[in-house]
């Protein structure tokens, strides 16, 4: 496995994260709907995506430097190989190497 597989399962893990847990913030808001106001159910149910949310600003690191990656092109999801960064911002190791 190389520090881009590696950072990409990191990232589709965190937005697959944040999509569950915005999904079931919806269900419970569904649910609650006829009824009317808010159940505290609706609020235990927004912290999944709260900490999906703070995986993804958090948890993506480069694995040798521990450098922030999150905020860097690093974690944007890139399907063409133009936009795709070839090595870390912090301590230069190509992403294509072996971890």
């Not at 927004?46 to 990656?69: E, Y």
């Amino acid at each position: 496995m190389t520090i881009r597989d590696h950072i990409r399962r990191r990232v589709m893990l965190g937005y697959g994260l944040a999509f569950a847990g915005f999904a079931l913030v919806v269900a419970v808001h569904i649910i609650n709907a006829p009824g009317g106001g808010d159940s505290p159910l609706l609020f235990v149910a927004f912290i999944p995506f709260l900490a999906a949310i703070v995986f993804v600003n958090l948890g993506i690191r480069c694995p040798r430097c521990k450098g922030n990656l999150a905020m860097t092109p690093a974690a944007y999801p890139s399907f063409s190989k133009k936009h795709r960064f070839n090595f870390c911002p912090y301590c230069g190791i190509s992403v294509d190497e072996k971890l």
